[in-house]
């Protein structure tokens, strides 16, 4: 999955290898610094479908893409003064998330890639994850980047596994929560490879992949992400591997369906377009779709004004 510097043609103007640019934010303020290696042009369609797999506008990963030029900087990065950000005490670089585990004496780690509030499924296959590994710890890495409209804001989901972790739910001394400043980028199996690689950066031996790990709508098969990884071979991570989960209200647990398939005898499912709907209109979820803690806060927050999307 490429990292690039895409801009418009007109702000490439005149730059060419040999130069230094500024990187600056919308404040003007500089951030960081580009001594330009390359400056090239890319077929935009053809760059959609060799990255997401389609040249959908559909697919937000492309359509930002497409609105982005076709004019892309290449060279090396120099950092002068990282982005402000409300969420810094979360942010933790490789460099400390590998200090913090050497110092609880962690050797198996596994990590947890999430952009949305935990619910009840999330929950079950992070412990579940801990069980089949035998992992000394879990770390919770959600993202806290850009995000797209509907989807929800880093403050409502870094405090709902505060929240969690406050209240117990997990077991003790055994989590990690720390942020992942980067944005979604949509594009499923390949997706899944990337921010397994990031956590192996941050000291994860092992990594938690879900039924449909940051896809969108229906542009990526059920057995994708595992044909990728299996395609990859040994990426020095080790991809755990979920299937749809569904809740057995029989038993009161959570069941890992085994064929695949989209139904399930029994079992009720959960929405994350019912979470969503369900706490705009102020309503509540069933506890075994959320724990009741994390359902009051966030209806709370929306209570008081403050928002949980973004719009």
Not at 10 to 35: E, F
Request: proline share 6%; aromatic share 10%; with cysteine.
């Amino acid at each position: 999955m490429p990292l690039v510097l895409q801009v418009a043609g007109s702000h490439a103007r005149g730059i060419g290898p040999g130069d230094r640019v500024a990187l600056r934010s919308a404040s003007g303020r500089i951030h960081a610094l580009l001594d330009v290696d390359e400056v090239y042009v890319e077929d935009l369609r053809a760059v959609a479908r060799m990255w997401f797999g389609a040249d959908s506008d559909t697919h937000p990963g492309a359509a930002k893409l497409f609105a982005g030029g076709d004019t892309f900087i290449g060279g090396d990065v120099l950092l002068v003064d990282r982005l402000p950000s409300p969420h810094r005490p979360y942010e933790l670089s490789p460099a400390q998330t590998r200090f913090v585990f050497t110092h609880k004496g962690w050797s198996k780690v596994v990590g947890f890639h999430g952009r949305n509030p935990p619910h009840r499924v999330h929950h079950h296959i992070q412990l579940e994850a801990l069980r089949r590994t035998g992992a000394d710890g879990l770390l919770v890495s959600p993202v806290i980047g850009p995000k797209k409209t509907n989807d929800f804001l880093a403050e409502p989901i870094l405090r709902s596994y505060q929240l969690m972790l406050a209240f117990g739910l997990y077991p003790n001394g055994r989590v990690v929560l720390g942020s992942f400043s980067t944005y979604s980028r949509y594009c499923g199996p390949r997706e899944a490879v990337f921010t397994a690689l990031c956590r192996k950066n941050m000291g994860c031996s092992h990594f938690i992949v879900g039924r449909d790990h940051t896809g969108v709508g229906d542009f990526y098969g059920a057995e994708d992400t595992r044909r990728l990884f299996g395609d990859l071979g040994g990426i020095g991570v080790e991809p755990v591997f979920f299937g749809r989960v569904g809740y057995d209200p029989r038993t009161n647990s959570y069941v890992e369906e085994d064929d695949g398939s989209q139904g399930g005898d029994g079992l009720e499912h959960i929405s994350g377009t019912a979470i969503r709907d369900a706490l705009r209109a102020g309503e509540r979820v069933p506890d075994w779709v959320m724990w009741e803690t994390v359902q009051e806060m966030l209806l709370a927050e929306r209570a008081a004004g403050r928002p949980l999307f973004c719009d």
